[in-house]
Structure formats: C-alpha cells, structure tokens
C-alpha cells in the first residue's frame, strides 16, 4: 500500500504532505480545485503520467514484489521519486531508473481504472486474464499452455518459412541465375586470402627494378679494385681476411639481387595492376578476400538449396499440417479450461452487478481462425445486447463490475486500485450502488478515488478535501465534523443548510 506521498511545485499546489491508510481513500472538493491535478501526479510517480512537479515522492509497503536487478527483496518497503529540471528523472529505493522501467515494475504495484479506457473489454485483455485464472485453478492448464506456446512458435517459423519457399518459387530461375552469377564472378577471379600483400609487394619491387639494376651496376665497380686492396693490406702487414668476407658477402648480395631480378624480367607489370585492382574490388564490396569466399559459399548452398527446393517444400508442408492438427487439438483443450474460468468470470460479475442494479451479463467464447491465443474470441452481452449499444450508466457500471470482478482475481494483498472519477454523473441510486461495491472491494485493497457523490464520500475510511484559494491549491485529511460540513456542501452546494447537515450526519452513520 502507499503510507506517504510528498509533491512539491506541481502547478497550483506549492506543497502536499499527505499520509494514507489502508481502505477507501476519497479525495472531493468544488470543480477546478485541483483534484485531478494531484490524482494524475501520484500517478506520475508511477511513470503513469508526464511529471508536472518540481520534487515528488512516494512510500509504499511492499509486501509481494521484488526484482533482483534492482535490489528489491519480498516484502521490503520502496521509495520511488521524481526529480524534474529540463526534464524528469526517476529513482527507485535511490537509485536512477529509467521511466520504463519504472512503469514495468509499476504495472505490478498498483492497478489504473480509467472508464474512459475501453480496453478491459478487448478480447485479448479477457482471454489473457482466463489464462491467469486457469493457471491458479489448474496445473494442467500451464502444461497444456506451454506445449501450445512452443509448438506454436515452431508453427509459425515453418509458415515463414514455406511462405519463403512460395515466394522464392515464383522467382526461381531469377534467383539461380543470380546465385551463378555471384559465384562465377568470384570464381572467375579466384582469389587467395594473402594474395593482396603478396602483389603490392611484388608491385613495389617492380617500380624499383630499374633503379636497383642501375646501382648494382655502378656499385659493382668496386669489385675491380679488390687486388689493389689486398696489396696494401699485405704491404702493411695487415690480416685481410675481414676485407675478403666483407666483400664475398657483398658479393653474395649482389647475386642475389640479379637473381630477383631476373624472376621479375617475366613478370607482366600490366597483370599485376590489373589483379590488385580485381582483388581490391572485392575486398572494396565485401570487406576482406575472406569474407567473399564466405559468400561464395553462401550462394553455392543457396543454389543447392534452390535446386531441392521442391523436396523442401513438400517436407515443410508435411510437417506444417502434422503440427497444425497438434496445435488445434491444444487449442481446443485451452478452451475447455477457459470456458471453466469464464464460468468462475461471468459468475463474479454477476455478483457485483446486483449491488449495482443490472440484469446478469452473458460472457461467450466463439471459435475463431487459430492464432497465437488459439481459436477463442471473447464475446459480452448485457440483456441480450452488445455494449456497444447500452447507455454510458450502464456502460460504467457494467465496466466496474467486470474490472473488479478481474481485480478481485488478479490482484493479491495490498493491492492498490486508482479510479478515474468513479461516480461522475451519476445518480444517487447507482452511485449508492458503485460505494456498496468499492467498500467490499477496500476490505482487501487500498482505493483512491475522486468523488462527486455524497454517497461514495461518506464510506471513505479517509476523506481528503482539495481547495483552491488565491490561485494556489491545497489538499488536507478531513476530521468527522469537516467531513459533514464537505459532505453537505456537495448535497446542496456553497450554501449549505441545516437539512444537507442532517443527511450528511446521517450517510455518516
């Protein structure tokens, strides 16, 4: 449950410092106060809403969440807060959160019921619920859930898959002449994975043939002068044995370059450009000489693959229509345990919508073409007719009794239920009704509501009153003489008389 809520500068309310307790949490005022203004900021802190204060923070008891990434264990309290400069930045137990996942681990705090939100009436949202309630009341039901999920998953990368296969056959002589063109192209080529070094290397001992020739035949006129060295070095009585190995190494350089240069005399200068620019290319497209001969690959498998694809495709159909019986006959067996939990639904609903003063609703699970929730579709209808054609007061009614009958199911000890202006032109007969149904609800969960009936306002277990005076906003708990004062106030408006002061004593009691 949430203990405390602090907001600071969110539009007209400078400061609200407010504590809750468990049950029925009513907030009431005169029109343009601010009520929605603060409902929408608790909201806020939640990632439910864009931020409109300064500075904001919640308390809440924690008591069945926990997340390992951020720390939370089972039944440990959370701190959630808002801090908005340029823009707003979200903390958890302080530590930085982004809003979505702030709004992720919200979704498992507290519930949003918002009657200008239709979507509690989709098929999806009722058959996922059936799903949960299936779950608990049945371990067969998961065993069942999960064969369908995976089998399923595997049904539907096969029709991908075939669907491929259909669009690859219109095409096919298109698509092999494709894969024999790249291959031949790389074939033609034939490239080596070292081979790039390899010719710039030779490319630069071409550019310097002449130069090096040049040299050696210049330099090689010390080798004439080698007899005339060695006299003096015998006249001076000197060892010439360091003269003759420095020469024949010399020697032996000089060899060994005109032999390099002779294995160039038949090399064409002309091939060697022309195959580092088909070898550049290639790497130029796919990034190395490695990676093209990879692709090569690909396109000779994908053509093999072309070649067979007829014995793929009548192998894909096979085991296409083998899973697809498995997955119906799954699907099927789904349902019989939904239509069990829809029995539980409707008989819930039906439950709620006698304290609020409606015939009984008829829910249906109609048979639809097999998709990823199975062959169920989920239908409503209230005295015979769909809701798209009754009135908003029934329309509203009919809603929280399905919503609470799905909250009574889904949510667990302290849970945290918001309504959006619950009893909003209403009359006193159905918003008497809508109170009967929230106190039985708020025996297990903490509300929050604004009302504008006297009938909800006077079951609250705490009464929040929101003024505005001189433009600037304030919210303040109620005592029990405050709270027949508001209440007389909203039964017979800013002049209040003694007969409002009577009935309020009297809704109070």
Not at 460 to 467: E, I
């Given at each position: 449950?949430?203990?405390?809520?602090?907001?600071k500068?969110?539009?007209?309310?400078?400061?609200?410092?407010?504590e809750?307790?468990?049950g029925?949490?009513?907030?009431?005022?005169?029109?343009?106060?601010?009520?929605s203004?603060?409902?929408?900021?608790?909201?806020?802190?939640?990632?439910?809403?864009?931020?409109?204060?300064?500075?904001?923070?919640?308390?809440f008891?924690?008591?069945s969440?926990?997340?390992?990434?951020?720390?939370?264990?089972?039944?440990?309290?959370?701190?959630?807060?808002?801090?908005?400069?340029?823009?707003?930045?979200?903390?958890?137990?302080?530590?930085?959160?982004?809003k979505?996942?702030l709004?992720?681990i919200?979704?498992?705090?507290?519930?949003?019921?918002?009657?200008?939100?239709?979507?509690?009436?989709?098929?999806?949202?009722?058959?996922?619920?059936?799903?949960?309630?299936?779950?608990?009341?049945?371990?067969?039901?998961q065993?069942?859930?999960?064969?369908?999920?995976?089998?399923?998953?595997?049904?539907?990368?096969?029709?991908?898959?075939?669907?491929?296969?259909?669009?690859?056959?219109?095409?096919?002589?298109?698509?092999?002449?494709?894969?024999?063109?790249e291959?031949?192209?790389?074939?033609?080529?034939?490239?080596?994975?070292?081979?790039?070094?390899?010719?710039?290397?030779?490319?630069?001992?071409?550019?310097?043939?002449?130069?090096?020739?040049?040299?050696?035949?210049?330099?090689?006129a010390?080798?004439?002068?080698?007899?005339?060295?060695?006299?003096l070095?015998?006249?001076?009585?000197?060892?010439s044995?360091f003269?003759d190995?420095?020469?024949?190494?010399?020697?032996?350089?000089?060899?060994?370059?005109n032999?390099?240069?002779?294995?160039l005399e038949?090399?064409?200068?002309?091939?060697?450009?022309?195959?580092?620019e088909?070898?550049?290319?290639?790497?130029?497209?796919?990034?190395s000489?490695?990676?093209?001969?990879?692709?090569?690959?690909?396109?000779?498998?994908?053509?093999?693959a072309?070649?067979?694809?007829?014995?793929?495709?009548?192998?894909l159909?096979?085991?296409?229509?083998?899973l697809?019986?498995?997955?119906?006959?799954?699907?099927?067996?789904?349902?019989?345990?939904?239509?069990?939990?829809?029995f539980?639904?409707e008989?819930?609903?039906?439950y709620y919508?006698?304290?609020?003063?409606?015939?009984?609703?008829?829910?249906?699970?109609?048979?639809?073409?097999?998709?990823?929730?199975?062959?169920?579709?989920?239908?409503?209808?209230?005295?015979?007719?769909?809701?798209?054609?009754?009135?908003?007061?029934?329309?509203?009614?009919?809603?929280?009794?399905?919503?609470?009958?799905?909250?009574?199911?889904?949510?667990?000890?302290?849970?945290?239920?918001?309504?959006?202006?619950?009893?909003?032109?209403?009359?006193?007969?159905?918003?008497?009704?809508?109170?009967?149904?929230?106190?039985?609800?708020?025996?297990?969960?903490q509300?929050f509501?604004?009302?504008?009936?006297?009938?909800?306002?006077?079951?609250?277990?705490?009464?929040?009153?929101?003024?505005?005076?001189?433009?600037i906003?304030?919210?303040?708990?109620?005592?029990?003489?405050?709270?027949?004062?508001?209440?007389?106030?909203?039964?017979?408006?800013e002049?209040?008389?003694?007969?409002?002061?009577?009935?309020?004593?009297?809704?109070l009691?």
């Amino acid at each position: 449950m949430i203990n405390r809520v602090y907001i600071k500068n969110c539009l007209s309310f400078k400061e609200v410092n407010l504590e809750f307790q468990k049950g029925l949490n009513i907030f009431s005022g005169p029109s343009g106060a601010g009520k929605s203004i603060l409902m929408q900021e608790i909201l806020a802190l939640f990632a439910f809403n864009e931020v409109k204060s300064e500075l904001s923070e919640l308390e809440f008891s924690n008591s069945s969440f926990e997340d390992e990434a951020y720390g939370i264990e089972l039944g440990e309290d959370l701190i959630i807060k808002n801090i908005k400069k340029e823009k707003a930045r979200y903390f958890l137990n302080n530590q930085s959160i982004s809003k979505k996942n702030l709004q992720n681990i919200s979704f498992k705090l507290i519930k949003q019921l918002n009657l200008k939100d239709t979507s509690d009436f989709e098929s999806q949202k009722i058959i996922e619920f059936l799903d949960r309630l299936s779950t608990k009341n049945s371990l067969e039901f998961q065993r069942v859930k999960d064969s369908f999920d995976s089998k399923f998953k595997e049904f539907s990368n096969i029709r991908k898959e075939l669907e491929k296969l259909y669009e690859d056959e219109k095409k096919i002589e298109d698509l092999k002449e494709f894969a024999r063109f790249e291959i031949a192209k790389i074939e033609e080529i034939d490239p080596k994975e070292d081979e790039y070094d390899k010719l710039n290397s030779i490319k630069k001992s071409l550019a310097k043939k002449e130069k090096i020739e040049k040299a050696i035949n210049k330099a090689s006129a010390i080798f004439e002068l080698n007899s005339s060295v060695n006299d003096l070095l015998e006249l001076l009585e000197v060892d010439s044995t360091f003269f003759d190995e420095t020469m024949n190494e010399l020697n032996n350089i000089f060899e060994k370059s005109n032999d390099s240069l002779s294995e160039l005399e038949d090399i064409n200068i002309e091939e060697v450009l022309n195959r580092i620019e088909k070898i550049s290319a290639l790497q130029k497209r796919f990034g190395s000489i490695k990676e093209a001969l990879e692709y090569k690959d690909e396109k000779k498998a994908e053509l093999e693959a072309y070649m067979n694809i007829s014995f793929s495709k009548t192998k894909l159909e096979k085991d296409y229509l083998v899973l697809e019986e498995d997955i119906k006959q799954l699907a099927k067996e789904l349902s019989s345990f939904r239509k069990e939990s829809l029995f539980l639904l409707e008989e819930k609903i039906n439950y709620y919508l006698k304290f609020l003063y409606l015939s009984n609703v008829t829910l249906e699970l109609k048979e639809k073409n097999l998709d990823a929730l199975g062959i169920d579709e989920f239908y409503l209808e209230l005295n015979q007719v769909s809701i798209d054609t009754i009135s908003s007061g029934e329309y509203n009614r009919l809603r929280l009794a399905l919503l609470s009958a799905i909250s009574e199911f889904d949510i667990g000890e302290n849970g945290v239920l918001f309504l959006d202006e619950i009893d909003a032109n209403l009359s006193g007969k159905e918003s008497d009704a809508i109170s009967k149904v929230l106190i039985s609800l708020s025996k297990n969960y903490q509300i929050f509501a604004i009302s504008h009936q006297p009938q909800l306002t006077s079951s609250a277990n705490q009464h929040f009153l929101v003024d505005k005076k001189d433009g600037i906003s304030i919210v303040k708990l109620l005592n029990n003489n405050d709270k027949i004062i508001e209440i007389a106030r909203m039964i017979s408006g800013e002049n209040v008389t003694n007969e409002a002061i009577k009935f309020a004593k009297n809704l109070l009691k």
